[in-house]
């Protein structure tokens, strides 16, 4: 591979809000990430947090477990990576988890039980364990 | 009449529901995905729910969060725009299964007519003329010469199995078929393991005109004046006009005949485009798009009627306001000019990023359809059209300066357009006499760089 095409890529990749392009075939290609976005996102001028925010991935209803299960979410709670911190029900009444992705305490909560949720809503704050 | 309706879609589509939402006295609901918090649907829907990811697999696209967006809402009805789930039957169906409305035809219909090969079915069912052809692959023993000859050349050998010219033959003559016919069936058993071909007649010059046509639950179905949608590029439509340069009031009656035909005889509901080519005075059937298409503001314009609201209410179970007499009514020549940010200079690549400023045009016949705005950032995941630019006017010649003026007035910086590509085609003098075909762009040379040493 020429290292002129992988600049017109990356000159290309620039004018876009494009952050990482992978390509590959028959086994070979390049990956390329740019510095840019995420130095915007950090020069901001807020000081990086200690804490860890977990979003909602799916659209549904918020509920602190599955239907039988005891709640195991509560603020000041120490949690174990990949416990489930609650559930998501979609319409169909699929339940989905919403699980730690790290150890450590909860130090907020920011959803209720029965409230509805979209893509990306902030529902927990985790304090890593040191 | 629904209270709330759900768009699943983005864009300029988005845009379009929310406003005819907006004069119908219903309230709004839009999704998105991440990668389009920015966009202008979001903000002028009355409600708004993320649904997902950049990637439409995991937003647009998923059925199941699009479902729960609009049972958390209240939303009573979806509309799905175009693309994404707009022609997916699965979705329809699952919209009634929850008790809300999918703004489009039932699945049944889309189901019949959905398919290249099942909508080709039905149209023969209903005497609608097709590319002529055999039905289904050459089959051993049959008098090939023969079966040729009646079709009449020049002919296509296409292989069944495949796609993207791979098997595919143009013969011109009778002793030309045994050796391509046999050539194309090996080139189709080694690029997709099944050497089966069919033969078609070859259209040379063909022009796409397209009918649009609404029908209601009752039964009753109009069409309305045709479009042109000609000027493609690599199948992409890139100019839609209405009326065709190239058709006869008679024609237009046959045409408009045979898509109300076909409607009636597939069951089909709600607004739907039944698309043709056309040559030398004869068309032929080619797909049912089964939902209202991108182009759909030309008809509005040439009609006088509106669509979208015209398909929400035909979907609330409303009956057609008029009939095939005031459906035909032709009130003005209008074209359609999809703004892509692309570079046409460098084989339209699309070009994602900030728009740093918008001007757009105005005035008399002018219509700009668009989700964009200045500072909007175009996100790299979805298609690349930023704006449709429709004009009006009494007459072709008028509505081709008109468009010159407007495309003149249209001003983006911060990224490529194909702007300057719509300017030279209407400009082009074979555009302005109105006779080509689908290879207009490649026999004009448009795209064809000025400065060879560039």
């Known amino acids: ?130 | 009449m629904f209270k709330k309706i759900l768009i699943a879609n983005r864009s300029e589509i988005a845009v379009r529901v929310i406003r005819a939402c907006r004069e119908m006295g219903i309230k709004s609901v839009a999704v998105y995905s991440d990668a389009d918090r920015e966009s202008r649907h979001i903000s002028m829907a009355d409600e708004a729910v993320c649904i997902g990811p950049g990637p439409s697999k995991l937003s647009y696209l998923d059925q199941e969060a699009v479902l729960t967006a609009a049972q958390m809402t209240g939303a009573d009805a979806i509309h799905p725009g175009y693309g994404f789930l707009s022609e997916n039957a699965d979705f329809a169906e699952a919209c009634a299964k929850r008790g809300i409305v999918f703004i489009g035809p039932p699945p049944e219909a889309s189901r019949k007519l959905g398919f290249k090969s099942a909508g080709k079915a039905v149209a023969i069912a209903a005497n609608v003329p097709v590319v002529p052809g055999t039905q289904g692959d050459v089959e051993a023993g049959v008098d090939i010469a023969r079966v040729a000859a009646d079709i009449g050349y020049p002919v296509l050998i296409k292989a069944s199995a495949g796609g993207g010219g791979k098997g595919m033959r143009v013969v011109r003559q009778a002793s030309e078929l045994k050796p391509q016919l046999e050539a194309a069936a090996a080139e189709a058993k080694a690029a997709f393991g099944d050497g089966s071909v069919f033969i078609e007649k070859l259209l040379e010059r063909p022009r796409h005109v397209e009918i649009q046509i609404a029908a209601d639950k009752h039964g009753e179905v109009v069409a309305f004046p045709e479009r042109d949608c000609t000027v493609q590029r690599r199948h992409q439509k890139l100019v839609e006009e209405s009326p065709s340069p190239a058709l006869t009031p008679d024609i237009r009656r046959d045409m408009q005949a045979a898509a109300v035909r076909l409607a009636k005889s597939a069951g089909y509901q709600n607004v739907g485009t039944v698309e043709f080519l056309y040559q030398d005075g004869k068309f032929y059937f080619i797909e049912v798009n089964a939902r209202l298409q991108v182009e759909h503001p030309v008809t509005e314009a040439v009609a006088g009627v509106d669509l979208m609201e015209l398909m929400i209410r035909i979907a609330a179970g409303e009956r057609l306001p008029f009939g095939q007499e005031r459906a035909s009514e032709i009130r003005c020549h209008a074209i359609e000019h999809r703004i892509n940010a692309e570079d046409p200079d460098n084989n339209f690549m699309p070009c994602p990023g900030r728009i740093e400023e918008l001007e757009l045009p105005g005035g008399a016949g002018v219509r700009v359809d668009t989700h964009a705005y200045p500072g909007y950032t175009i996100p790299s995941y979805y298609d690349s059209m930023i704006a449709k630019l429709i004009v009006s006017a009494a007459d072709r010649p008028t509505a081709l300066r008109r468009a010159l003026r407007a495309l003149g007035e249209l001003k983006v910086r911060g990224v490529k357009t194909t702007a300057g590509l719509h300017a030279k085609i209407v400009a082009h003098p074979v555009f302005m006499a109105g006779d080509f075909d689908t290879h207009f762009i490649e026999k004009t040379k448009l795209l064809d760089k000025e400065d060879a040493h560039g």
């Open chain 1, 1 to 130: 591979m020429d290292t002129e095409h992988i600049r017109a890529v990356l000159t290309w990749m620039k004018t876009t809000d494009l952050v990482e392009a992978v390509y590959k075939k028959s086994g070979v290609g390049f990956a390329l990430s740019t510095t840019d976005a995420p130095a915007a996102i950090a020069g901001a001028g807020m000081p990086a947090s200690r804490f860890v925010p977990v979003a909602s991935e799916n659209v549904g209803v918020f509920q602190w477990a599955e239907p039988g299960k005891a709640r195991r979410a509560e603020e000041g709670v120490e949690v174990a990576a990949g416990d489930a911190l609650a559930v998501i029900v979609s319409g169909s009444g699929a339940a989905k988890r919403v699980k730690a992705p790290c150890a450590g305490r909860i130090a907020k909560i920011f959803a209720d039980a029965g409230e509805a949720v979209e893509y990306g809503r902030p529902l927990f704050l985790l304090e890593p364990r040191p």
